[in-house]
């Protein structure tokens, strides 16, 4: 499985853009490139997935680059109700391979 | 529709007592896992589910830990003889295939071992 490397935590205030960036050097071919979100006291929720270039919906936007080796989540105008702990995780779409969950990245955001 | 459910929502038992933790997936989902939370912590996978076999039970962190589903569906976490390293909070989450495909999340058992 795909290793990922993303930054323990990370500071924003209100309507700012956070960009958090994930590093998988060794992806394979086969893999996507997918990002979750947890509030405290619940599970996670998908928030975005992507293969390569630019994927974009109505909360977030994931850039990758030709080498893949790299992601970056990109929040939009970010509220005090995106302060939240961000997964990324790469895996393929077999139904015999499992995704392996980090400790994530805390997105504080402030007033 | 209804979303992943689990229950009990929150467990406290004595060590070296079994527990039994129920997890019941979005109707339709082949995939279904287990993870488990420790305060503060990532999640850790345990086991995932095609349909009722596990193809993958690499995360089970010892004999004591088991799980089974039946009919495609309804899926129970057991852990035999608990130990206050097994406190943490167990997440359940079903997907319409393995791999990468979206998990949905249920709100977790939280365990207290004492």
């Known amino acids: 499985l795909a290793k990922t490397t993303q930054p323990i935590s990370m500071d924003s205030y209100e309507g700012q853009e956070v960009n958090i960036t994930c590093s998988h050097n060794n992806i394979a071919t086969n893999d996507y490139i997918t990002w979750y979100q947890q509030f405290p006291s619940q599970g996670p929720r998908f928030i975005i997935q992507g293969y390569k270039t630019k994927v974009t919906n109505e909360v977030a936007s994931l850039f990758i680059p030709a080498d893949r080796k790299s992601s970056t989540l990109s929040l939009p105008r970010v509220s005090l109700s995106d302060t939240a702990v961000y997964y990324c995780l790469v895996g393929s779409h077999s139904g015999y391979s499992t995704l392996t969950f980090g400790k994530g990245t805390m997105l504080l955001v402030s007033p | 529709g209804a979303g992943v459910s689990q229950s009990p929502s929150n467990k406290v038992t004595e060590k070296g007592k079994d527990v039994e933790l129920r997890c019941d997936p979005i109707?339709?989902?082949?995939?279904l896992y287990w993870y488990r939370q420790s305060l503060g912590q990532g999640l850790e996978f345990l086991i995932y589910?095609?349909?009722?076999?596990?193809?993958?039970k690499s995360g089970l962190p010892s004999d004591r830990f088991s799980a089974e589903r039946t009919g495609g569906s309804v899926s129970t976490l057991t852990i035999q003889r608990t130990q206050q390293e097994d406190s943490a909070v167990y997440l359940c989450?079903?997907?319409?295939?393995?791999?990468?495909?979206?998990?949905?999340f249920g709100p977790g058992t939280r365990l207290t071992v004492t």
């Open positions: 589910f095609q349909g009722n076999s596990a193809p993958d």
């Open positions: 989450a079903s997907s319409l295939g393995g791999g990468s495909k979206e998990q949905y």
């Open positions: 109707s339709g989902h082949t995939a």
